[in-house]
């Protein structure tokens, strides 16, 4: 069973970074597409970047030049570096997994089954 814990959250100030780490057990790196998505309240959840089973990454045009996700196979940590951050990044922010094909694109990136608690990111201004 594929297990997933996030941290790394907080508060931080418009410009800002943090870096969200995901624990991932359970699973073997290169069958799993791992996501990171958030939700704002009154919001529905929405992607923001993925990393696929062959290590091919999307992300989502509100991040795109800000934020980086990558993974650490021998650690079985996801991660989500966030700079740049702005007030409207704030959300509670959680990591996913869905099994994929072996070293395969982010078209298997969907639909994501397992899901994390989720860690919450403020950003003021």
């Known amino acids: 069973q594929v297990q997933l814990v996030e941290s790394g959250g907080g508060s931080v100030q418009s410009g800002g970074s943090l870096r969200l780490s995901c624990a991932v057990s359970?699973?073997?790196?290169?069958?799993?597409?791992l996501g990171w998505f958030r939700q704002a309240p009154g919001k529905e959840r929405e992607r923001v970047a993925a990393?696929?089973?062959?290590?091919?990454?999307v992300y989502s045009d509100f991040v795109q030049g800000r934020f980086t996700i990558s993974r650490d196979n021998v650690k079985n940590t996801l991660y989500l570096q966030m700079n740049s951050l702005k007030p409207e990044d704030t959300a509670m922010y959680y990591c996913?997994?869905?099994?994929?094909?072996?070293?395969?694109?982010?078209?298997?990136?969907?639909?994501?089954?397992?899901w994390g608690q989720g860690t919450q990111v403020t950003v003021s201004s």
């Open positions: 996913a997994a869905v099994k994929a094909p072996v070293y395969s694109g982010v078209d298997y990136c969907s639909p994501f089954d397992h």
């Open positions: 359970g699973y073997t790196w290169n069958t799993r597409c």
């Open positions: 990393i696929s089973a062959g290590g091919y990454t």
